[in-house]
């Protein structure tokens, strides 16, 4: 996991509270993306950065908006949490070359009460 | 929609025994196929990539295998150790993703207990 670093590792927040989940890599690569993993569910897209400056909304998008204002960083807000957001959320670039490898950040888990 | 079926959900098995996961998927056209081992509370590694032109790919003990005729793949472990305890996910990429957003497709896992 190393090259993708995620901040904060655990957070609680009471419903309705704000915060910012933050996600840097050190590798220069262009495309970033959120995801969130449940039990049973496995991972599912919140959103994707194919550049600086781009996003596209993935599969679960409602709730979160993001930011990918410089090619290291690309965070993901959640304006009014919901106890529906209580997740583990993992950051994750994937490579050029070789093969299109996909590298995880370590994760940040989230619980809204 | 694309999907992907890992089977079994999980398995236990004994230290030193082999075993293999299963991966079916029905993305098509496809571009690749991964495999990625997931410790408890930590984020998925990559294990092996696999293009759609490729049978078989190795890490180590860990050996896998594609049959893009049937959309199937497979993940063989070799002389499993304690370590080797994780969830795997099988991940497919499409050919042509459309809207940005690479259209990755993951699997839920298959959750592997070693027991000594």
């Known amino acids: 996991n190393a090259g993708v670093t995620q901040t904060p590792k655990f957070q609680v927040l009471k419903t309705g509270q704000s915060m910012t989940l933050q996600c840097a890599q050190d590798m220069n690569h262009n495309s970033m993306y959120w995801y969130r993993q449940d039990p049973g569910m496995g991972l599912r897209l919140i959103y994707y950065s194919a550049s600086e400056g781009t996003t596209d909304k993935g599969e679960v998008p409602n709730g979160y908006n993001v930011s990918r204002l410089n090619k290291r960083e690309f965070s993901l807000r959640l304006e009014s949490a919901a106890p529906s957001q209580t997740s583990v959320y993992f950051c994750a670039l994937r490579a050029s070359l070789p093969g299109n490898t996909i590298y995880f950040g370590e994760g940040s888990w989230l619980t809204v009460v | ?116």
């Open chain 2, 1 to 116: 929609k694309n999907q992907v079926e890992q089977s079994p959900q999980s398995l236990i098995i004994l230290e030193g025994k082999n075993c293999t996961l299963q991966c079916n998927y029905t993305v098509s056209p496809f571009s690749n196929l991964r495999w990625y081992k997931q410790d408890t509370g930590r984020g998925p590694v990559s294990l092996t990539i696999m293009t759609f032109s490729e049978n078989t790919k190795s890490n180590g003990r860990y050996t896998a295998t594609l049959d893009a005729d049937t959309k199937q793949s497979s993940l063989h472990i070799t002389a499993s150790q304690l370590s080797d305890s994780a969830s795997y996910i099988c991940v497919v990429s499409p050919m042509y993703s459309g809207g940005g957003a690479d259209g990755l497709t993951f699997g839920k896992g298959t959750h592997l207990i070693i027991q000594p």
